[in-house]
């Protein structure tokens, strides 16, 4: 999980940064940083949807569209109360 921040965002930014000081021409690299950067939260909340069990099994309950063992349990006598607006 650590290894996407490094690679989205400090080692493209890092490079712009310190690619100048160098000498280093970079100009067509700072449209990838763009795209590397913006790229990073959608990938990052993937990983973290991926590693965690209970996140990893909602989402896939949630894409195959199946019921999960809370749902089964409810039967049809089950009373839903409304919470109290105010």
Same mark, same amino acid.
């Given at each position: 999980?650590?290894?996407? &921040?490094?690679?989205?965002?400090? *080692?493209?930014?890092?490079?712009?940064?310190?690619? &100048?000081?160098?000498?280093? @021409?970079?100009?067509?690299? %700072? @449209?990838?940083?763009?795209? %590397? *950067?913006?790229?990073?939260? &959608?990938? @990052?909340?993937?990983?973290?949807?991926?590693?965690?069990? @209970?996140?990893?099994?909602?989402?896939?309950? *949630?894409?195959?569209?199946?019921?999960?063992?809370? +749902?089964?349990?409810? %039967? %049809? +006598?089950?009373?839903?109360? &409304?919470? +109290?607006?105010?």
């Amino acid at each position: 999980q650590s290894l996407i &921040p490094f690679g989205f965002l400090h *080692c493209t930014a890092g490079l712009v940064l310190f690619a &100048p000081v160098f000498g280093i @021409d970079i100009e067509g690299f %700072s @449209d990838f940083v763009s795209v %590397s *950067c913006s790229c990073f939260p &959608p990938l @990052d909340a993937i990983a973290t949807i991926l590693l965690m069990h @209970d996140y990893r099994e909602a989402a896939f309950t *949630c894409i195959l569209c199946r019921r999960t063992k809370m +749902n089964s349990k409810i %039967s %049809s +006598n089950s009373v839903v109360i &409304p919470a +109290n607006k105010h």
